[in-house]
């Protein structure tokens, strides 16, 4: 187990919980693999690297180490437009076993280093925090949280049994109980429906729409409700067709990795 430093406000919840795994035996991490002590005479640590790596990753490093405006992005090494919190994790624990000075003993400024990580690590945890609150307080009408799956019928405008068209006989699996089956036959489905009843919504739309279908249904037909309540699928459906997934960034990476 690493021993801890003396500083210990900044190693006690963070460095202790996530940081560290249990021991193993100690191997020899390089640029861009990892090699056994044959070849590690060849190819040098990253955690002692100054002089002699003349890797483009070590420059790359020596920048932010060395640069006090180094934004925390760049102190985790980490994209700021797709950094998911498993990657901001995952990016905290290499930093750490790089340079937390238990593992760096030859290195002078690993103390002041290994705090710039756990700063940079406890600001974009607590931005990604705040985005996801921010997330989960909007209207799921103006920005959908996700491409819209649910299923949700107006029974004010269903003709019920009496339908030439019925969607239940057509796809039973899905208008019987809540689940996903033959995505044919229920885009079929609903497709068919002379009323146009059925709608493509996203979970959290759908909640808040079967609330007030539940609503009017219970109490006295209610005109201005029922009128709110196909403003809302309107919005629904225009918001979720203009609805993107996130891009997904290409893989990069600036490591220096030696073919020889």
Known sequence: MFEPLS???????????????????????????????????????????????????????????????????????????????AQLKAAFRARVKEFHPDVCKDM???????????????????????????????????????????????????????????CVKRAPHAFSFTGHGDDYLVESAVGQCPRRCIHYVTPSQRVILEDMLRSILSAPHDLAEADFLDSLIIKANFENNRYQQPKRNPKASSKYVDWS
């Open 108 to 166: 002078k400024d690993a103390d002041a280093i290994i705090r710039r990580v756990i700063q940079a690590y406890e600001i974009l945890s607590v931005n990604q925090q705040v985005e996801t609150t921010e997330r989960v307080c909007m209207d799921p009408f103006e920005e959908p949280e996700c491409v819209a799956y649910d299923l949700f019928v107006n029974e004010i405008r269903c003709v019920g049994k009496g339908c030439p068209y019925s």
């Open 7 to 85: 500083t210990a406000p900044l190693y006690t919840e963070i460095s202790r919980s996530i940081l560290f795994p249990p021991p193993r035996p100690p191997t020899c991490f390089m640029e861009g693999r990892r090699t056994n002590r044959r070849n590690s005479r060849r190819l040098r640590s990253n955690c002692k690297g100054t002089e002699k790596d003349y890797s483009g990753s070590s420059r790359l490093e020596e920048d932010w180490m060395s640069s006090p405006s180094a934004t925390p992005y760049q102190i985790l090494g980490v994209d700021s437009t797709s950094c998911s919190p």
